[in-house]
């Protein structure tokens, strides 16, 4: 749900605030959200195969930590560079949410539709609940001020990851044992 609430946060303000903060006026702020949807899909992709080589929990706890590194780029560094800022986070929160999709599907193997349902639909929906706090906040103080808390929200996810364990890899499904004629020896 953390890393919903950045990306939504992410989504619905950083076209205004990289206008603020470059000067660059509306094709600053389309190119920024051009750049962080671009950031995803390359986090999506990237995260398969070090998760195959390292395991998909060393891999999310890694993307969130350079995803606050990352989101703090995008609220405090000045200038083009925060195109890069941009670009990373999204990366980072994407590697992450591609990974806690099929670890919730293998935590809940004989439950996957409500593992996908809390994976992709209860955690997005919070970050569309959480953008008009965010939208708030900046109302009455600075659109600045309203990004800074999503820095902190990568680390509350890094430490929530601190007691998980690897899924153990699912077993053959009933279909696959009935067809390989293995119901009946049990």
């Known amino acids: ?30 190119a ?35 995803t606050v590194l990352a989101v703090a780029g995008v609220v405090l560094v000045p200038g083009p560079a925060v195109y890069l800022c941009v670009t990373l986070a999204s990366a980072g929160l994407y590697v992450s949410f591609s990974l806690h999709i099929t670890l919730g599907q293998d935590y809940l193997p004989r439950r996957v539709g409500t593992a996908s349902g809390v994976t992709l639909g209860l955690a997005v929906s919070v970050g569309g609940i959480a953008a008009p706090a965010v939208g ?10 309203a990004l800074l808390p999503l820095v902190a929200l990568p680390a509350v996810d890094r430490l929530l990851l601190v007691g998980l364990r690897e899924p153990a ?18």
Request: glycine residues 16%; charged residues 15%.
């Open 32 to 66: 920024a959200l051009f750049v962080l949807h671009l950031g995803g899909a390359a986090g999506t992709v990237a995260g398969g195969r070090p998760a195959d080589r390292y395991g998909r929990l060393a891999v999310v706890r890694r993307s969130y930590v350079l």
């Open 169 to 186: 890899p699912p077993g053959p499904s009933a279909a696959a044992r009935t067809a390989a004629g293995d119901v009946g020896a049990r």
């Open 136 to 145: 708030a906040l900046a109302d009455v103080t600075s659109l600045q001020l």
């Open 1 to 30: 749900m953390c890393r919903s609430i950045v990306f939504v946060g992410l989504s619905a303000f950083v076209s205004l605030y990289v206008r603020e903060r470059t000067g660059g006026g509306e094709a600053a702020g389309t």
